[in-house]
T-cell receptor, first 116, second 113 residues
Framework: GENVEQHPSTLSVQEGDSAVIKCTYSDSASNYFPWYKQELGKGPQLIIDIRSNVGEKKDQRIAVTLNKTAKHFSLHITETQPEDSAVYFCAATLMGVTGGGNKLTFGTGTQLKVEL | NAGVTQTPKFRVLKTGQSMTLLCAQDMNHEYMYWYRQDPGMGLRLIHYSVGEGTTAKGEVPDGYNVSRLKKQNFLLGLESAAPSQTSVYFC????????????FGEGSRLTVL
């Protein structure tokens, strides 16, 4: 099955700096790579995703890059703000196969702290 | 629009007791999932369902059972709770096989003494 590794486990940046979180996956068949943000006491929420036919995707201050050959993908947050402080999870799955459940395999999470 | 609702939010059990967690979604989603979240281990899939009346095992199914008698509800049961099942449980749902976004509930914190 799929295995997703995520680094670093904790990341502390100054407000306004950039933050980068990296993930690697094992199953070359995976074609969908979402990123979730989890605030304290809440459930995870999707912030951005990328499919395997795209190398990069951007949404305002966040971007995700995908390197299929190396089987890794990264989350980039620019101009970080205190409200970006949260736990971030990467995930991977093969999507679009009916009956297979599209089971997401999650990384172990990164605690991002944005300091004033 | 309530989205995904989990009940109860907190529960303390003694070893050997049983309980059921209820997940309800009002988005007419086909797929539903139960995850557990433990420190340093991310989210691990317990069981999932691809439609009413269907269930399947995930990564860590032992000690849990599930049922999906109605499309909007997905129940997670613990027949004989063990301390190793102390965790935060999250239910999630999504529209179907070609949509990616999972919608999560706010979690249920279970402590087994």
């Amino acid at each position: 099955g799929e295995n997703v590794e995520q680094h670093p486990s904790t990341l502390s940046v100054q407000e306004g700096d950039s933050a980068v979180i990296k993930c690697t996956y094992s199953d070359s068949a995976s074609n969908y790579f979402p990123w979730y943000k989890q605030e304290l006491g809440k459930g995870p929420q999707l912030i951005i995703d990328i499919r395997s036919n795209v190398g990069e995707k951007k949404d305002q201050r966040i971007a995700v890059t995908l390197n299929k050959t190396a089987k890794h993908f990264s989350l980039h947050i620019t101009e970080t703000q205190p409200e970006d402080s949260a736990v971030y999870f990467c995930a991977a799955t093969l999507m679009g196969v009916t009956g297979g459940g599209n089971k997401l395999t999650f990384g172990t999470g990164t605690q991002l702290k944005v300091e004033l | 629009n309530a989205g995904v609702t989990q009940t109860p939010k907190f529960r303390v059990l003694k070893t050997g007791q049983s309980m059921t967690l209820l997940c309800a979604q009002d988005m007419n989603h086909e797929y539903m999932y139960w995850y557990r979240q433990d420190p340093g281990m991310g989210l691990r899939l317990i069981h999932y369902s691809v439609g009413e009346g269907t269930t399947a095992k995930g990564e860590v199914p032992d000690g849990y059972n599930v049922s999906r008698l109605k499309k909007q509800n997905f129940l997670l049961g613990l027949e004989s709770a063990a301390p190793s099942q102390t965790s935060v449980y999250f239910c999630a749902s999504k529209l179907g096989s070609y949509t990616g976004e999972l919608f999560f509930g706010e979690g249920s914190r279970l402590t087994v003494l």
